[in-house]
Nanobody, 118 residues
Framework: QVQLVESGGGLVQPGGSLRLSCTTSGITFSNYAMRWYRQAPGEERELVAA????????NYEDSVKGRFTISRDNAKNTVYLQMNSLKPEDTAVYYC???????????WGQGTQVTVSS
């Protein structure tokens, strides 16, 4: 059974930091490109950051460039999203996504809430 379990969300003040983690099981993690998406109330889900299966390339949505960093530890089957200088507009449910590099098979986590508010 494939599982993607996010953790690390919570309430933080503007300017603060959080680190999200997504630990996977049931897949060969190193065969999957990993992505973080987010969805704010009333908005569509949007891609925030992506990392290749080897970790040699990353991409970011424009509004988070320079503030967020995606990374992965293939030995721990885990992908991370370090979020710094958080803004109220970063408030959303953040979802982990795994996509097989060749087959395109996709799995989602259940999401973790991030709230940025004073």
């Amino acid at each position: 059974q494939v599982q993607l379990v996010e953790s690390g969300g919570g309430l933080v003040q503007p300017g603060g930091s959080l680190r999200l983690s997504c630990t996977t099981s049931g897949i060969t993690f190193s065969n999957y490109a990993m992505r973080w998406y987010r969805q704010a109330p009333g908005e569509e889900r949007e891609l925030v950051a992506a990392i290749t299966r080897t970790g040699d390339s990353t991409n970011y949505e424009d509004s988070v460039k320079g503030r967020f960093t995606i990374s992965r530890d293939n030995a721990k089957n885990t992908v991370y999203l370090q979020m710094n200088s958080l803004k109220p507009e970063d408030t959303a449910v953040y979802y982990c996504n795994a996509r097989h590099a060749l087959r395109g098979t996709t799995y989602w986590g259940q999401g973790t809430q991030v709230t940025v508010s004073s």
